[in-house]
């Protein structure tokens, strides 16, 4: 049987409605659009991502199973040894399994790691491991694809890297006679939005301040972003700037993941389903917030997926979830999935998507402003289920139920019937599908990835 090679690439923070397959009044990801117009690609406008952020999305993404099922992100950091990893059921079935990831929440710290015969978490410590060549490569790039010449880790970009040593590892499938899975966790374009310098004017033509200005004004705000929420201190000109340097990020990103995608075609290694997705989105002043916290709007988990080579049933307007995906392509690479969750594509759609966040993490924000208004998001677990029309929010004190894309007034008074039965949906698969398989682990940090992710502005 002829099973066909998998190259699936996970951005982090892209929201869809940012992209050009949403018909963004940036054309921020044409390359990506040309993927989905192939005769063999197609985009899903109502991908619904598993969470709000890295740890519990990518989680769901590499068990494909539920959060709150497998506990990573939502109780615990760390994969059950109960229950296998994606890998670890396409090693079974005879796939070559890589991964190359840019965020220490897909790494050895939380086990998913777990299963790839190659494995490479890269940060400022493990630059080293791209090799020196590629690394000679990098540095006569720094302008062309990073901030230049600065020892602020925070500014620069990495696709450019992240590229040229996935090339390497995806040139080997080449002399391999068993399929391969190659996953690529790409940070960009998560904060702090600080675009290569070629790409610093893309978007500021109406902006009142100049290129130079707007990056450091963006790094600014990502360094204050919890004292911006915490007392609402953001104005429409900072979120002009962030966004402005974000779409550029993602402009960026968009330029090298089609690099990455006519690279994999000019392989001699047979049929390949290339995926391309992001992990979650972004929130810029939506609910009071910034970046991924506290909620489970459709800007955090309203997410773009491309895929091509993978032929479906489904229309491109219908709800599907990054967990349908892998089934779909577990199933094709003839793996065991008795342990997983998601609907096959090819014969199956979607009625209900679901979404978690964990309790919710006021600290920071009291501690900046004791009067912070907590009751306005919700205080312990939180499960969204969400249809083409509504969206129902429940956790153990309180629910809500909007009427999309509205995510303000509540509604449960106005479709009573609509609120019961959405309620009943969250109480059974939570009683069932999503029912944990244990109690939350801790993950192991090293200090090298503590520093990362406070990079990124976790910590």
């Keep these: 049987m002829n099973r066909p090679n998998i190259v699936w690439v996970t951005l982090d923070s892209v ?107 890269l940060a400022a410590s493990t630059i080293h491991r791209a090799g020196p060549r590629t690394l000679l490569k990098y540095f006569f790039n720094l302008r062309r694809h990073s901030a230049g010449l600065t020892t602020n880790t925070a500014k620069h970009a990495t696709p450019f890297l992240m590229n040229e040593v996935a090339k390497r590892w995806l040139q080997s499938a080449a002399d391999r006679s068993d399929p391969s899975f190659f996953y690529l966790h790409y940070n960009e374009p998560h904060r702090p939005y600080y675009p290569p310098l070629p790409y610093l004017d893309r978007y500021t033509d109406d902006l009142d301040v100049s290129p130079a200005e707007a990056s450091e004004r963006a790094m600014e705000l990502h360094y204050s972003q919890k004292e911006r929420i915490a007392f609402g201190d953001f104005t429409g000109e900072d979120l002009a700037v962030l966004k402005a340097m974000y779409d550029a990020e993602i402009a960026y990103t968009d330029e090298m993941i089609g690099r990455l995608f006519e690279f ?37 988990v309203n997410v773009p997926m491309i895929t091509h080579g993978l032929d479906t049933t489904v229309e491109s307007d219908d709800l599907i979830q990054h967990i349908d995906v892998m089934r779909t392509l577990l199933e094709i690479a003839d793996a065991d999935t008795v342990s997983t969750d998601g609907i096959d594509l090819r014969s199956g759609e979607r009625d209900h998507a679901f979404s978690q966040r964990e309790a919710g993490q006021f600290e920071p924000y009291l ?82 990835m503590e520093r990362q992710l406070e990079d990124l502005g976790y910590v």
């Design 367 to 448: 501690g900046h402003n004791p009067d912070f208004d907590t009751e306005r998001y919700h205080e312990t677990m939180l499960t969204a289920v969400r249809t083409q029309e509504f969206k129902h929010l429940t956790s153990e004190r309180k629910s809500e139920l909007f009427e999309l894309p509205d995510e303000e007034t509540d509604m449960a008074e106005d479709y009573p019937e609509v609120d019961g039965d959405l309620a009943a949906v969250a109480e059974e698969w939570l009683d069932t599908t999503a029912k944990p398989v244990t109690e939350g682990v801790e993950g192991e940090f090293t200090d090298a």
């Design 264 to 300: 994999v075609r000019s392989l001699d290694i047979g049929e390949t389903i290339f995926v391309v997705t992001a992990d979650h989105g972004e929130l810029f002043g939506e609910l009071g917030l910034l970046g991924h916290n506290l909620a489970l709007h459709d800007g955090l």
């Design 15 to 121: 929201r869809q409605d940012h992209t050009s397959m949403a018909g963004y009044s940036r054309d921020t990801t044409p390359r990506i659009q040309r993927i989905a117009d192939e005769p063999d690609g197609q985009a899903y406008r109502n991908c619904i991502g598993h969470s709000k952020s890295t740890l519990p999305a990518s989680g769901a993404i590499l068990t494909c199973t539920p959060p709150s099922h497998n506990t990573v992100g939502i109780t615990g950091e760390t994969v059950p040894g109960s229950i296998p990893t994606v890998a670890e059921l396409l090693s079974d079935a005879g796939y070559h399994t890589a991964c190359l990831s840019r965020n220490s929440f897909v790494s050895s710290a939380t086990d998913l790691d777990r299963g790839f015969d190659q494995f490479q978490w």
